[in-house]
Every structure is written in structure tokens, then in C-alpha cells.
């Protein structure tokens, strides 16, 4: 094959599991790549995230309690953890069959195992197998993202690669606030999700591809640099690029950003995994009004996403809408924080506080994930896989982390989730109705159920000033990354970047033409 006047061979083996292009794709099949790409990390968020929509079933059903239930969560998130590392392999190993591989086990497992678990110990395996494979899967995909993507052009693509778990969360809300009232059963909403993913796992394993390591190991600015990106693959010693790849990202301007971003994302944790039960213990929200007010936060997310992406994209810059983002994330954050004592609060002011939210963490997480993914390159772009490992496994260190404090914060939660739906259901009988054992249930846990309603409120508004403080954590990160603040000064150096690689090309095309 020859390319920009230098002969590059494809790689060697045939078959759908050889993924490898020796070419960089045109438009179309670019966008195919994508697509895929994004479909993948959508589905796995959706597998991941179906529990919270029927937690506090789940919770019932099987016996859990809520600590027993955050921690079965904190188990999962920690495996996810060390799994997140191991997907740094990816830099050697590629990434697209690790997503494909990924993709089937996880709908296998969300199909047939969680649905099927007869016990806590079943279960809590089962997700946290869940969990491992994506923290590894999802290590790889904004990987393959970035491949495919040129810093000019980055936001747009890691726009809708993070409206992965947006439009995973929001799938979530959207089938089950339209399905539980006449599905009830938990079990329903496993079975749903699993047979998408591997719906999505034939069209991976058919359709997914990623380039050789010889063009994905290159630093490629805008599509302008392609053809100097092809004849340059000829000459790449990926081996030697690939020496010492921890040691070459465990720097100060990635891990710093990498826990800064990880704890500025504390709320979004929070809702995704406790958002039904804390309106349903605190504002006593029934499982399908929660996921139907959840659909504003991930509606909004996901437009944030994509409008900031084409702003940023479009300017050139990142840390503007980085600190812009997050300062109208932090007065979102702040309203919703002081409604948690107000039980007249409404649900259209609910709507209201997480629009603005969800606006302020798009704006500013789309333009991160730009920014960081161009700060690991500015280090070594064949490093890029190792370089999220760092980010995959902070992120997932820091939920492990938050949700082991959370029930200490809420104890009251832990009551009610426990022993306020019996209490209730005791209370609305009529007195004669009631049996010698739920008398006797009444008497031994009414009181401590009162006391855990009055300060249910007061202990969630404690949590949610705590992501407060997270979200103002964030900002002093975004000094650390590379990029400029001014959008004339990032156009000049872009103009004259372009000159240099027009100069370079004609120099390798001189040097092929001489040497005949």
C-alpha cells in the first residue's frame, strides 16, 4: 500500500479478531468507527447503571440492607478500580477486541447472572464482575476515540463519547419510568438491558476497528496531518515509545487532573447510583417519578455535551469553559443543596436545579476530557491507553472511596431503606388490622424511624455541600493542563503549526523522490 509516497504494509493475519487498519479512514468510515465506539460505551454505562433505577427492589427482594447494598456497590467500584489499570495493556495489546470481548460478557452477565442471583453473595458477583469489565472496556473506548479523533475536532469527539454514561443513564431512566408500572419486577429491566448488549456486541464484533500501532502512536493535530502521519508510520519504533509507559504518565499534570475531575464528578455519582432513594426517603418520590425527573439531568447533559463540544472545537480553547462550567455547576449544586430541608420543594424546582447542574458538569467535562487526552499526547501519544488507566482508576478509587463514607454521612438513610416501608405499612392499617408481630415490630423500631425521618434531610443536605467543596476543588486543576485560554492566540499557533507540516511533508516527499 502506498501512502503520502512511502510504502506501508498492512498487518499481518486475516479474520474478524485482526481489527487493525493500516490506513487512517476516510470521513464515513471514521464516523462508522466512532459510532461504534460511542454505541459500546453507551450500552456499558447502561448495564452499569440499570441497578440504581430498581435499588430499592433489589434491596427488598434480596435482603439487602443499605449498608450491605452501598457496599455491594463499593466491592464492584473497587475491582473496576484495579481492572481500569490492567486495560492500560491496550497501548500493546489494541483496543477494539477488548471492547468487543468486553461487550459480551457484560451482556451476558446483566442477561442472565444479576437477574437470576438468589442470594446477596450472588449478586454482589455477579456486579462485580460487571464492573470489572468495565473498568477495563471503558479505558479503551475514549482511547479508540482519540485514535480516530485530531485535537482539532477532540471536543466534538469526546462529546459524545462522554455522553456515553449520559445517554446510558438517561436509556436507564427513560425504559424504566415508562416500563415499571407495568413491570414491576426488577428482573424485567436486567432482562431488556442484557439483550441490547449483545445486540450491540454482534454490531462491535462485526463493524469495530482500530489502527496500527505504528499510526495510533503519532501525535495528529488536525485531518490535515494525515498523509504526514502515514508516511511517517513506516519509521515508528513503537517499542521504543513504548518503554516505561507508567513511569512516562505518572506525572503531576495527569494525576493531579485525573483525582481533581474524578471528586469534582461526586454528584453525578451520587445521582446516578442514589437518586430514586433519596427522593424516595427523603421527599417519598414512588421509583418511577424519580427516574422521570431524573430524564432533565441526563436530557440537558447530554445537549451541554455536544454544544460545548462544537464551542470548544470551534475556538480552540478548553480551560475557558472548564472554570465557566464549573462555576455554574457549583450554583446549581448549591440550590439543590439547601432544598434537601425544604419538603415543599417542588418538582419543577427540582427540574430547574438539575438543569443548571447538568449544564455546568457538561460544559465543563467535555472540554476536560479534550484537554487531558491532549496533555497525555504532549507526553507521548503512544502512552495514551496507560494514560487513562490513571484517570480509569482514580475515578473509580475516589466512587469506591465516597461510597464507603456515604452511609456514616446518612445513617438515618440506612433506617428507612431498612424498616421505614414496614413502619409505614403498620401505621396505615387500622389498629385491629394489625398482628402480635407488628405490634411488636412497631414498638422496637417506630421511634428510631421517626428520629431517622426528621434527620434524613439534614444529613443528605450534609452530603450534598460535601460535593459542593469537591466541585470547588476542581477549578485550580485546570491551570495544570495544556492549552491556551485565548482563541486568537490558539488560531495563530494552529495557523502556523499547518505551515510547518506542509514544510515537513514536501521534505519527506523530496527525500522519496531523490532516492530513486
Known amino acids: 500500500m502506498v501512502i503520502g509516497a512511502l510504502r506501508v504494509r498492512p498487518p499481518r493475519g486475516r479474520g474478524l479478531w485482526n481489527r487493525q487498519l493500516a490506513s487512517y479512514p476516510d470521513g464515513a468510515r471514521r464516523l462508522l468507527y466512532l459510532g461504534i465506539t460511542v454505541l459500546a460505551t453507551v450500552t456499558l454505562y447502561y448495564e452499569l447503571y440499570i441497578q440504581g433505577a430498581v435499588a430499592t427492589q433489589i434491596i427488598g427482594d434480596l435482603g439487602f440492607t443499605f449498608r450491605q447494598f452501598v457496599f455491594a456497590i463499593v466491592i464492584g467500584n473497587a475491582v473496576g478500580a484495579f481492572a481500569s489499570l490492567g486495560a492500560g495493556l491496550a497501548d500493546r495489546w489494541g483496543r477494539a477486541n477488548l471492547v468487543v470481548g468486553g461487550l459480551l460478557l457484560s451482556g451476558l452477565l446483566i442477561a442472565f447472572a444479576m437477574p437470576n442471583a438468589s442470594s446477596k453473595a450472588q449478586y454482589t458477583a455477579a456486579f462485580a464482575l460487571v464492573s470489572m469489565v468495565e473498568g477495563a472496556v471503558l479505558v479503551a473506548t475514549p482511547a479508540l476515540v482519540r485514535d480516530f479523533s485530531p485535537q482539532v475536532g ?208 457538561g460544559l465543563a467535562y467535555v472540554a476536560w476530557m479534550a484537554a487531558f487526552t491532549e496533555t497525555i499526547e504532549k507526553h507521548n501519544p503512544a502512552a495514551t491507553a496507560t494514560g487513562l488507566a490513571i484517570w480509569g482508576w482514580t475515578v473509580r478509587v475516589v466512587v469506591t472511596i465516597s461510597f464507603a463514607i456515604l452511609p456514616a454521612v446518612v445513617p438515618a438513610t440506612t433506617t428507612l431503606a431498612d424498616k421505614g416501608a414496614r413502619v409505614a405499612a403498620i401505621v396505615e392499617r387500622h389498629p385491629q388490622e394489625r398482628t402480635p408481630a407488628d405490634r411488636a415490630f412497631l414498638a422496637m423500631n417506630g421511634a428510631s424511624v421517626a428520629q431517622a425521618r426528621k434527620d434524613n434531610p439534614g444529613q443528605w443536605q450534609t452530603w450534598w455541600w460535601i460535593c459542593f467543596a469537591a466541585q470547588l476543588a476542581f477549578v485550580p486543576s485546570v491551570f495544570l493542563l495544556t492549552g491556551r485560554w485565548s482563541p486568537r492566540k490558539a488560531h495563530a499557533a494552529e495557523r502556523e503549526r499547518e505551515r510547518l507540516v506542509e514544510h515537513e511533508l514536501a521534505r519527506l516527499r523530496g527525500r522519496r523522490t531523490a532516492s530513486k
Open 154 to 361: 477532540r471536543a466534538v469527539a469526546m462529546a459524545f463519547w462522554t455522553m456515553g454514561p449520559v445517554l446510558g443513564s438517561l436509556v436507564v431512566t427513560q425504559v424504566s419510568s415508562r416500563t415499571l408500572p407495568t413491570h414491576p419486577d426488577w428482573r424485567y429491566q436486567f432482562h431488556v438491558c442484557g439483550a441490547v448488549g449483545l445486540i450491540v456486541f454482534v454490531i462491535a464484533f462485526v463493524g469495530l476497528r482500530e489502527l496500527t500501532p505504528r499510526l495510533r502512536d503519532q501525535l495528529m493535530v488536525s485531518m490535515r496531518d494525515r498523509a504526514l502521519i502515514e508516511a511517517r508510520a513506516a519509521g515508528i519504533d513503537t517499542e521504543r515509545l513504548l518503554g516505561h509507559p507508567w513511569r512516562q504518565m505518572l506525572r503531576v499534570d495527569i494525576v493531579a487532573p485525573a483525582l481533581a475531575v474524578s471528586v469534582f464528578l461526586l454528584i453525578y455519582y451520587m445521582l446516578v447510583a442514589f437518586e430514586v432513594i433519596y427522593f424516595a426517603t427523603v421527599f417519598g418520590y414512588t421509583e418511577a417519578r424519580a427516574n422521570d425527573l431524573a430524564n432533565w439531568y441526563w436530557i440537558t447533559n447530554a445537549v451541554a455535551l455536544v454544544v460545548a463540544g462544537v464551542l470548544s472545537d470551534r475556538l480552540l480553547v478548553r480551560k475557558p469553559f472548564m472554570v465557566m462550567g464549573a462555576a455554574i455547576s457549583l450554583a446549581g449544586t448549591a440550590l439543590f443543596a439547601v432544598t434537601a430541608t425544604n419538603p415543599a420543594t417542588g418538582y419543577h424546582t427540582f427540574t430547574g436545579y438539575f438543569v443548571v447542574i447538568a449544564g455546568g458538569i
